[in-house]
């Protein structure tokens, strides 16, 4: 058992509460490799803003748990060394699907988990939280719970359909539950491709499309019966175009992907919501500074001269995402 505190991280407790009355959100960046964490990190350090570090089961099967817990155990290291007296950093399970993993990761040094339970049945999805919250918070470890579900596909975790959370079950949820956050589902989604060409209008000028807009009007019942609860958005990334047709005008393939336009999320960084996963805008960044790299450099087998890119590229966007949609900069000084 190693206790997250020994590795310098911090749980959400704090962040959240300072994000709620502060009016902007925590970024949470998925990461599966070195290129990604230090990106996240320098970003991060260089603005000043709590951050969340998120694995998902997809991440810890592929770059291996102990690798992972001690790359964020050095990322703590390296904010400091990169000038971040007081790094607020935390170490987040993404979609735990079981409370066996769920318990590994506050056994190994994870700061937060989340339970997903939102595919079970109201009662079960109850059930199974609580037995995560009551072992979590004997360690201060936090928990993030989810009701609704998202349509999408991410790592593990995938529904054609997405249901929009019951503003009517959340209290009886987070009261009976104990959980310290709530995921929502308000017409976020997994993935590059959040929304078919059917569900948008297009534009005429660009011939892109136009995503429909958030359910507001869910969230703001949502905090009426919550009030004060921190709200977690998933499936937050917005697609960016210009990574859209990096990749495609290199030869790759990805038509009509498209996100969650930036000021929805940065309307949503006002409210309760305080947490706002993004992970596919840093896969696409990453792709798209690889590929231009073999576009120009077909002769490149160097990987530090296409990742090196690839890492300035997804630390721009963090550093792009934490100042101009999310807010939290200046936030952990
Ligand atoms: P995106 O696919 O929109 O980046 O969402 C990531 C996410 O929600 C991780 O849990």
Sequence with gaps: MVSYKELGLVNTREM??????????????????MEQLQAIIKASAETKSPVILQVSKGARNYANQTLLRYMAQGAVEYAKELGWEHPQI????????????????????????????????????????????????????????????????EDEVSSAVSHYTKPEEVVDFA????????????????????????????????????????????LDAIMEQLPGFPIVLHGSSSVP?????MINSTGGKLPDAV???????????????CKINIDSDSRLAFTAAVRKVFAEKPGEFDPRKYCGPARDLMEELYKHKIINVLGSNGKAE
């Design 16 to 33: 959240f509460a300072k994000a709620i009355k502060g009016g902007y959100a925590i970024p949470a960046f998925n990461f599966n490799n």
């Design 90 to 153: 935390c170490l987040h399970l993404d979609h735990g699907d079981s409370f066996e993993l769920c318990k590994s990761c506050v056994d190994f040094g994870f700061s937060s988990v989340m339970i997903d339970a939102s595919h079970l049945p109201y009662e079960e999805n109850i059930a199974l939280t609580k037995k995560v919250v009551d072992y979590a918070h004997q360690y201060d470890v936090t928990v993030e719970a989810e009701l609704g579900v998202l349509a999408g596909v």
């Design 175 to 218: 009261t009976r539950t104990g959980c310290d956050s709530l995921a929502i589902s308000i017409g976020t989604s997994h993935g590059a491709y959040k929304f078919t060409p059917e569900q948008c209008t297009r534009d005429p000028k660009t011939g892109k499309l136009v995503p429909p807009p958030l359910a507001f009007d869910v």
């Design 241 to 245: 175009q210009e990574y859209v047709d």
């Design 259 to 273: 996100g969650i336009p930036e000021e929805q999320l940065r309307k949503a960084a006002k409210s309760a919501v």
